[in-house]
């Protein structure tokens, strides 16, 4: 039986009114015992309110850090990796409100946990394995992917995907207030930082579904962040201030 009591799924939020309510109902009944943590970024469109309602039927289970402002996604995982390791859990998860996650897909990541110290959910192994994005988005993600291979040498395919899943042993091997990435390219970097320290790191093929309802929060500047980021990370490993 897989671990959900010790396992916590981080879910960002900002204006997912339209997803967060299935999302927090499909993930309690898919998966019994786990815990949810939304680190809610002052969504106009009232989406702490449903949470707050929900919290009154899971008050063990469902947690939420209220923040002033739309304060970047890196800044709310690291909000919540440090809350996470303030308590027991040993398993922590990533994962979008959107749905672009299959919540089914969560044991596959928790299984690989069991024997690995780092797991990412993998639009492109076993194929490209992504739906409905257009073709000019798909050809730029995935030579994303080829680039920051080639610069920083890691063995990993999807670099910068959202999905995954960290032993306890992992998050506490990152240097948390140190993190340059406040994007996407977040995602690379403690992919990065892990795999360095010599951390078992393992991907799982998932179905990458593009969001229904809502709003995508992809910015052009991530592109030009990802370029310089991912050079500063190679350098950064190359000086040993990785």
């Known amino acids: 039986m897989l671990p959900f009591d010790q396992t916590l799924i981080i879910i960002p939020t900002y204006n997912e009114i339209d997803n967060i309510e299935r999302m927090i109902t499909t993930l309690f009944s898919l998966h019994k015992g786990v815990h949810l943590l939304i680190i809610e970024d ?9 949470v707050k309602k929900f919290q009154e039927t899971y008050p063990e ?13 890196g800044t709310a995982y690291v ?14 998860f990533e994962m979008d409100c959107d749905f672009s996650h299959d919540p089914a897909q969560v044991p596959d990541l928790l299984e690989a946990a069991q024997t ?39 063995p990993v395919f999807d670099t910068t995907g959202g999905f995954k899943c960290f032993s306890r042993k992992a998050l506490s091997s990152l240097d948390l207030d140190n993190i340059i990435s406040k994007g996407y390219i977040f995602q690379l970097e403690l992919n990065y930082k892990v795999w360095s320290k010599g951390l ?16 995508s929060k992809m910015a052009g500047g991530i592109i030009f962040e990802a370029l310089f980021s991912v050079l500063r990370l190679r350098f950064n490993k190359m000086l040993g201030k990785l």
């Not at 909000?79 to 922590?92: D, I, M, N, P, S």
């Not at 078992?200 to 709003?215: A, S, T």
């Open 42 to 50: 002052g969504s106009p469109d009232g989406t702490a309110e449903v």
């Open 61 to 73: 289970q469902l947690h939420m850090i209220q923040r002033t402002g739309k304060l970047g996604l």
């Open 79 to 92: 909000t919540g990796f440090k809350w996470a390791l303030e308590r027991e859990y040993q398993f922590v």
């Open 116 to 154: 690995n110290d780092l797991v990412i959910g993998s639009r492109y192994i076993d194929g490209i394995r992504i739906i409905n994005w257009p073709f000019r988005r798909l050809l730029l993600s995935y030579l994303a992917s080829i680039y920051t291979r080639f610069v920083t040498n890691i």
């Open 200 to 215: 078992k790191v393992k991907e799982v093929p998932i179905i990458f579904y593009e969001r229904r309802d809502g709003q």
